[in-house]
């Protein structure tokens, strides 16, 4: 079992391996060490676990770490997407298949011959689409959208959702032959609010890295910042410390990361929304409010407060004055 500090890829995620992971809790470390056994054949394998929890990355890393490494890793989300969309993406289409299909194109299942097909949020597939791809899954052969010509394509499967997809197969939403295919390897992430003895290691591996990004020499967080930090229940898992931790380093000024830095989105969780004075609950109350929070951990920069909150400086002003 593998102790070490948590990481993640801080470079170039999408060249990472199973070697660049590591987890001291006990659930994420069993999990990095059925994926690793996992790389080593070519079983299909189904990631579970929340949004945000590193299921697209982990499966570039087995993807990684397999004997297909030097073939496509090709990623498809089956979310909200038509019975006629899916099989286009996953199955290509011929010239006149339907309207607007100028010319034929190859489907996902074409582009990783040999390699790895990546289908997130398969549990969202109609089962007319889980079919199709059960078909494909299991002998390796498909038809374009608009031709009866059999195509075959040479694809390790690795699939993943967030919803229970044991409850979905009991209720009938998810057909139980397609379950048992693709779950060859069954992979568990657990979420972050779990992984109480890694949270430190990520907070400090994601502060390491955005400070190579921004160019800063930060070197920690003041005291009320990592109670700030270590006291919250990440909803969004990593996807959300990323973003936050992101945020922080830029906004800070000098080399510690303070409180007023760390903004996070406390209305997720079941802490009280602090008061604003006025009770006024509207969404774009809520909005002024982070824009002030903003302007107030940036000194009032209105060009960083932009820069933040990925707007212009001049949508900022007017937001502003529709606040006045």
Known sequence: MNARPATLPSLDPWQCTLDDFHSADLAMAQCLDLARLAARTDLPIL??????????????????????????????????????????????????????????????????HRGTLFIDEIADMSQAAQAKVLRAVEYGEFERLGSEALQQADVRVVSATHWPLDSFVESGRFRRDLFYRISGILLVLPPLRERAQDLRALI?????????????????????????????SWPGNLRELKTVIQTAVALTTGDVIPAAAILLHRETTADPAPSTGDGNMTLAAAERRHIRRVLAAVRGNKRQASRVLGISRSTLDRKLGESE
């Open 204 to 232: 400090a591996s994601e502060i390491e890295a955005a400070s190579r990004r921004e160019e800063k020499p930060i070197a920690g967080l003041a005291q009320p910042a990592a109670d700030m930090l270590l006291s919250y």
């Open 47 to 112: 990631i579970v676990g929340e949004s945000g929890t590193g299921k697209t990355l982990l499966a570039r890393a087995i993807h990684n770490s397999s004997r297909r490494a030097r073939w496509p890793f090709v990623a498809f989300n089956a979310a909200a997407l038509s019975d006629t969309l899916v099989d286009s993406q996953l199955f290509g289409h011929e010239k006149g298949a339907f309207t607007g299909a100028a010319r034929a194109v190859r489907g996902k299942f074409e582009l990783a």
